[in-house]
């Protein structure tokens, strides 16, 4: 039988709930503001409409407009929070794609698709970086950072990592089939 200690003890949250626990607790550590808040998707959208234009970060594909943009890039940060990658992952990414791409032919026509392709994404990946920067100074969370902050704190602070294994023994995910790859870490 357990005591009520023990059942008092035990806490359940979801993922996102989780993050935001630590997020507030930890946040000094983050380089967040003291006064934090978690911003809708529309303010995110405004936010990143501002970035790309102050940053002029989408010149080559001006025709399309920017609300075009905006969409597209909403869809690879996403994807990239999703699975657990930072803005500086993904320009790491680049770094390498670019690498590859190197020492292609110059009429190599698959080459030169993957040149375009990379330079979308990296279109992408600067937007990201600018939106996470702006988030942070302005301490704003998206739903994705209730994830991918505690991610960072985890990996980059061994004593924040030593903290929460102390106090969270143990973890139950129920329907574990439907977390990202970024949950999971």
């Not at 609300?67 to 990414?93: H, K, R, T, Y």
């Not at 791409?101 to 279109?123: N, S, V």
């Not at 903290?163 to 143990?170: F, G, K, M």
Request: glycine letters at 6%; one cysteine or more; aromatic letters at 8%.
């Amino acid at each position: 039988r357990i005591g009520s200690a023990a059942a008092e003890a035990v806490r359940a949250f979801t993922f996102h709930g989780f993050g935001y626990r630590l997020i507030h607790r930890f946040k000094d550590r983050l380089g967040l503001p003291p006064q934090i808040r978690l911003v809708d998707p529309p303010r995110i959208r405004r936010l990143l409409r501002e970035l790309i234009v102050e940053h002029n970060l989408y010149r080559e594909i001006a025709a399309q407009g920017v609300a075009s943009a905006i969409e597209s890039a909403v869809g690879v940060i996403g994807s990239l929070a999703n699975n657990g990658m930072f803005p500086e992952d993904a320009a790491a990414f680049c770094d390498r794609w670019r690498s590859r791409l190197d020492g292609a032919k110059p009429d190599d026509i698959e080459a030169a698709a993957q040149r375009a392709r990379l330079a979308e994404f990296a279109r992408h990946v600067a937007a990201y970086a600018h939106l996470a920067r702006a988030c942070i100074s302005r301490g704003w969370l998206t739903f994705d950072d209730l994830i991918l902050h505690p991610v960072r704190l985890l990996r980059a602070d061994k004593g924040v990592a030593d903290i929460c294994r102390a106090e969270w023994r143990h973890v139950v995910v129920d329907e574990f089939q439907d977390v990202n790859a970024a949950q999971i870490e």
